[in-house]
């Protein structure tokens, strides 16, 4: 326990220990449980010991949980093993002798213990123990043990236990269920067909008498019914062996019954337990309680861990339909725990915690869960504030690194992301830490944003953890697609996530580090309509969308929209194209025509200037605008001066005034996108383009270098040999190209190796640089071509 205490925060720790003396009240103790798996026949001695640590330690029963050690064959081969706290691995059981895991369970969250069994009661068939013991002898000193000797019954009478409860079974639940008694093989013995018959007929020891387990019993499987040795010839009185303990003189006990169906239609009491706790836990009234509804129950519970009875399942799994038996059985568990994740295992005993009594038990046949909530475990003092709690943390860091954090902390979004990029990439903050923070972020998709253009900067900067980054960087844009799809629009309304200025930074972010899931949300598409078609306002936007959805609220609808303002934009720009064609062909000297032309093209770049940022435009997309401007300066310059317009300037003024049209139409529902898939296609000629232009690049060098001050000679229509006619049948005649002159010389690196002249060798080289041209510009071209 000290060690895992050890690795709790600073900040839940006692401040008046130091760590070394016994833990006093603390968060860590108040909420511990134990997580037990023994062995058959050290269970109850178990929990007595844990019992006694609880109560020394901390003075409170620690609950609980866990199951016995069981083997697929009921052949006794049961073992269970751990990985210890000092590292090394033990197993108990069998040839490795007895032993017990206790595992320590402090989670952050709070945990409800629930222990239950599905079977009823035949309370006229009830005794109390008279004897019992270890085994079939007799012992006045030995008060406890899992063999029963004799009971009283009800009229008053010391039967033998064995014998009393065979007699129970052929009355009360089926002629011939359970085995006759048998001669017992050894102390350890049990009976394998005495525990299948058993499991619909068990034993119950109350537990309570008041409290929400009142007239609760555990269970007791019994194990073997068997003569006494001086009673195997007369075959009268018989013993009892179980699996599970019963006190001499103050256990009463009491034969159950369950039908196959009970052991999957009576496990909602598993949920009546569990709801209790959790409605005194948050101390609600009954109008808040998470009975109400499996919505309400699901959002306090996150998980289970729990044991179902070995011998239960088996009854279940038992015929022809017991693998849908056994499906049911996992529906109805996930029902009842409110559809959340649970584990559980088949065990030959259980132990879990009666509430009433503070007391643990061990028992069969029955199902043990430890339900973990959503609520904190650990409450922070309300007599510190936040900022004083966080700063024992904070100083533990660097002073450089400490402003950053704080500022993490103060400013959240408005941080400064590259500052904590460097922490960052020293491992001094985690991107889990930041995903810890995103959701309590006051704005927590701009957080997320920066947090993801951060990590996607970090990939570029730092290839080889390139993958981590990317990582991260994905985690934070798919937190703000996820956070938008599944938040309700009046959410999202109310906790102001959609404003202006988060719209913008969303789509500058989709063009930036490809974000595109957020801009492409249905929420986000929504707003952007209403943004575009009835108010720059993106509240107003919100508002209109929950009045068309039944909502309460009314948005302001504004006259002059942002597609009414664009479009007409668009309008006068069309004015302006007609202008400067009127003007080129009618009145090209006027000077004051091409004035207003000037201008008119000065103001919409000026205007695309003073747009808002979000990515579509940059300099590259502007740059046709300072070619616009220019050539208008150009040309207004030679008609002031008296000359001429420059055609071949007035020309591409006219091409670039259609490509801005084309940029302006790219909103419009028919037309954008087919402009989208023109752009897209021109970006692939374009990429394609760029190979071509290398390619021939790279020829044009080599040849460049190799006919250096030679000239050549065409000899493609002259018949030098079958190459002649081989090439032109593959090629073309355009390719065959010798040197003009003999050149006997061997200056050529080929000339030397070969013993050929220069001439021969230069002939070599080209034809070789030829074929690689004729094989690789081709291929260019056609793939430019298909793009």
Request: a negative charge; one cysteine or more; aromatic letters at 10%.
């Amino acid at each position: 326990y000290l060690r895992l205490r050890e690795s709790a925060l600073e900040i839940m720790r006692d401040s008046l220990n130091d760590g070394r003396a016994v833990p006093g009240p603390e968060p860590l103790a108040e909420h511990l449980c134990i997580w037990l798996t023994g062995l058959p026949g050290n269970e109850e001695k178990s929990l007595e010991c844990l019992y006694e640590w609880g109560h020394q330690r901390f003075n409170r029963t620690i609950p609980v949980i866990g199951g016995t050690g069981a083997d697929a064959t009921i052949g006794g081969k049961w073992r269970t093993y751990c990985r210890a706290i000092d590292g090394n691995d033990y197993i108990f059981g069998q040839e490795h002798g007895q032993g017990v895991v206790v595992t320590l369970v402090a989670a952050s969250v709070k945990v409800f213990p629930c222990f239950m069994h599905p079977f009823t009661p035949i309370t006229e068939c009830t005794a109390k123990v008279v004897s019992c013991g270890s085994t079939e002898e007799k012992d006045p000193n030995e008060t406890t043990g899992r063999v029963i000797h004799t009971l009283r019954d009800t009229d008053g009478n010391e039967v033998a236990a064995g014998t009393l409860y065979h007699k129970w079974c052929e009355d009360m639940i089926q002629k011939k269920l359970m085995p006759t008694p048998t001669v017992a093989e050894g102390p350890g013995a049990f009976s394998p067909a005495v525990l299948a018959a058993s499991t619909a007929c068990p034993l119950g020891v109350a537990v309570a008498r008041d409290g929400d387990d009142a007239y609760d019993y555990r269970m007791m499987h019994p194990s073997g019914i068997y003569w006494y040795k001086d009673q195997e010839q007369k075959q009268e009185s018989a013993y009892l062996k179980n699996f599970a303990s019963v006190e001499t003189g103050k256990t009463d006990v009491v034969l159950f019954k369950a039908r196959r169906g009970d052991l999957l239609h009576r496990l909602s009491k598993l949920k009546e337990q569990l709801v209790i706790q959790i409605d005194q836990a948050s101390g609600g009234s009954s109008l808040e309680s998470v009975a109400l509804s499996p919505d309400a129950l699901r959002a306090r519970v996150s998980g289970v861990l729990m044991v179902y009875c070995a011998g239960c399942m088996m009854a279940i799994s038992s015929g022809k339909d017991g693998a849908e038996q056994m499906r049911r059985l996992t529906v109805t568990l996930s029902n009842y725990f409110a559809g959340r994740p649970f584990m559980a295992y088949h065990p030959f005993g259980e132990q879990g915690f009666f509430p009433s009594k503070q007391v643990n038990g061990h028992s069969n046949l029955m199902f043990s869960a430890l339900v973990f909530s959503k609520d904190p475990a650990f409450e922070v003092d309300e007599t510190r504030s936040f900022a004083e709690m966080l700063s024992q943390v904070i100083t533990m860091y660097d002073e450089a690194e400490q402003a950053v954090l704080r500022q993490l902390l103060v400013r959240g979004e408005n941080a400064d992301f590259d500052l904590l990029s460097h922490i960052t990439r020293a491992g001094m903050v985690t991107p889990e830490l930041l995903k810890t923070l995103t959701p309590c972020a006051g704005r927590p998709i701009p957080f997320a944003l920066s947090s993801a253009q951060m990590f996607h900067l970090m990939a570029r900067k730092f290839p080889l953890k390139a993958r981590e980054y990317n990582a991260a960087s994905k985690w934070f844009k798919d937190f703000c697609k996820d956070f938008i799809n599944a938040a309700p629009l009046q959410l999202l309304a109310q906790s102001n996530c959609l404003e202006y200025s988060t719209l913008q930074l969303s789509m500058l972010m989709a063009v930036k580090i490809d974000s595109k899931g957020l801009v492409a949300s249905n929420h986000f598409q929504e707003v952007m309509e209403k943004v575009w078609s009835a108010t720059p306002d993106s509240d107003a936007a919100i508002q209109l969308l929950l009045t068309d959805t039944g909502g309460s609220n009314s948005g302001k609808q504004v006259l002059l929209t942002p597609m009414v303002r664009h479009y007409s934009n668009l309008a006068s720009y069309v004015v302006l194209v007609a202008l400067q064609f009127w003007t080129s062909h009618h009145n090209p000297s006027s000077i004051p025509l091409w004035t207003l032309i000037l201008l008119w093209s000065m103001s919409n770049l000026f205007q695309t200037l003073a747009s808002p940022t979000t990515g579509y435009y940059s300099w590259v997309t502007m740059l046709d605008d300072v070619v616009l401007i220019f050539s208008h300066a150009v040309i207004f310059e030679r008609v002031l001066m008296g000359g001429e317009v420059p055609r071949d300037l007035d020309a591409l003024t006219m091409i670039i005034h259609f490509g801005n049209l084309m940029k302006g139409l790219i909103v419009h529902p028919k037309m954008g996108p087919l402009i989208i898939m023109v752009l897209t296609m021109m970006g692939d000629i374009t990429q394609f383009l760029t190979l071509v232009v290398f390619f021939v690049a790279c020829f044009y060098c080599s040849l460049n270098a190799l006919f250096r001050g030679i000239p050549g000679v065409y000899v493609g229509e002259k018949w030098q040999g079958p190459t002649t006619l081989l090439v032109n049948a593959i090629w073309g005649p355009q390719v065959l190209w010798v040197t003009e002159h003999e050149d006997s010389g061997r200056t050529l690196f080929l000339s030397e190796i070969f013993g050929l002249n220069d001439s021969s060798a230069i002939d070599t080289m080209g034809a070789i640089i030829v074929a690689l041209t004729v094989f690789c510009i081709p291929i260019m071209l056609l793939n430019l071509f298909i793009a």
